[in-house]
């Protein structure tokens, strides 16, 4: 089983921008379609951004399209998130994970990391 690692957050304004990584450990990183959720304070997990075990196909949220973007470096065995012109509204724990196929559906994925809080104030 694939663990994941978590990294990037921070607290920021809104506007700023950060980079999320999370590393996988493992060899077959590159057979994996990623994914990015969140989970703010009282509400139910969500998907963020899912990327292909190549990068050549991605989905968005309708809520962060235009301002996330997702990317892998298989080399690396990590998928980042490349967050612009946050807003209070993204504050919420991120977490990666792994699945078989690119799907929305967050019970499709497994392997989750511990997650990395990110703070947007206003």
């Known amino acids: 089983q694939v663990q994941l690692v978590e990294s990037g957050g921070g607290l920021v304004q809104a506007g700023d921008s950060l980079r999320l990584s999370c590393t996988a450990s493992?060899?077959?990183?590159?057979?994996?379609?990623m994914g990015w959720f969140r989970q703010a304070p009282g509400k139910e997990r969500e998907f963020v951004s899912s990327?292909?075990?190549?990068?050549?196909?991605?989905a968005y949220a309708d809520s962060v399209k235009g301002r996330f973007t997702i990317s892998r470096d298989n080399a690396k065995n990590t998928v980042y998130l490349q967050m612009n012109t946050l807003k209070p509204e993204d504050t919420a724990v991120y977490y990666c994970?792994?699945?078989?196929?690119?799907?929305?559906?967050?019970?499709?994925?497994?392997?989750w990391g511990q997650g990395t809080q990110v703070t947007v104030s206003s």
């Open positions: 493992g060899s077959t990183f590159s057979s994996y379609v």
């Open positions: 994970a792994v699945t078989s196929s690119l799907t929305t559906s967050i019970g499709a994925y497994d392997s």
């Open positions: 990327i292909s075990w190549n990068g050549g196909r991605t």
